[in-house]
């Protein structure tokens, strides 16, 4: 394992000019530290879910025009792809970096795992810390933390999951591009690999909905 963290430049390719050259950028500094990420968190994921786990590095290669805003490796129970999956994933933005559990809107157990989550509210608000985030959109930055949310507006994320087309539910950390910088490699792998094991029960009740 060669991970050697991140730095300010792998967070300031997300400000270079073009798609051409944002991507090239990308693919030389930031794909690299992903694709570590993936190999080496891959295991790890298999044991704890009992699944086994392939990584998926973003590739980015539908875009024409727009440059990414952001990028990632996922991490799901098949080697051929992870958007119709409950999935994990680390990625960056040019302000901070995540960790995530997700189920975004191509799952087709959506509406079965947000009936589960619904009848779960109570544990989930036990088992989750309350410094992790929530977010309803993975192509947008915005979250909301946990100990800002009752019981109520949780359910309310939940029973949107049953109804709305394009809903997604995901939960996890935002490290700030400071922190990351500065806690250096171990560090941050420590901090991703427990903010994996925090979030396993939801991982736990998305594979119940999908039996």
Request: charged share 25%.
């Amino acid at each position: 394992m060669t991970f050697t963290g991140f730095t300010k430049e792998d967070f300031d390719v997300f400000t270079i000019d073009g798609l051409e050259n944002r991507m090239n950028a990308l693919i030389q500094h930031v794909r690299p530290k992903l694709e570590e990420l993936g190999t080496y968190f891959a295991p790890t994921l298999s044991s704890l879910t009992g699944d086994e786990i392939f990584p998926h590095v973003a590739k980015h290669a539908r875009r024409t025009i727009n440059p990414p805003k952001d990028t990632w490796v996922a991490f799901a129970s098949n080697n051929r792809g992870y958007k119709m999956l409950p999935h994990f994933q680390i990625g960056l933005w040019n302000t901070h970096l995540f960790v995530w559990f997700a189920v975004i809107y191509e799952a087709p157990i959506k509406a079965q795992f947000g009936t589960t989550l619904l009848e779960n509210t109570k544990a989930i608000q036990k088992k989750i810390p309350n410094h992790f985030v929530w977010s309803v959109d993975h192509t947008q930055p915005d979250v909301v933390s946990q100990k800002e949310l009752n019981e109520h507006e949780l359910e309310k994320m939940f029973k949107r999951l049953q109804t709305v087309k394009k809903a997604e539910i995901l939960c996890g950390i935002n490290l700030t591009r400071e922190e990351v910088i500065n806690m250096g490699a171990e560090q941050l792998l420590k901090t991703i690999d427990k903010t994996f094991r925090n979030l396993l029960p939801l991982y736990q009740l998305a594979q119940k909905s999908s039996k």
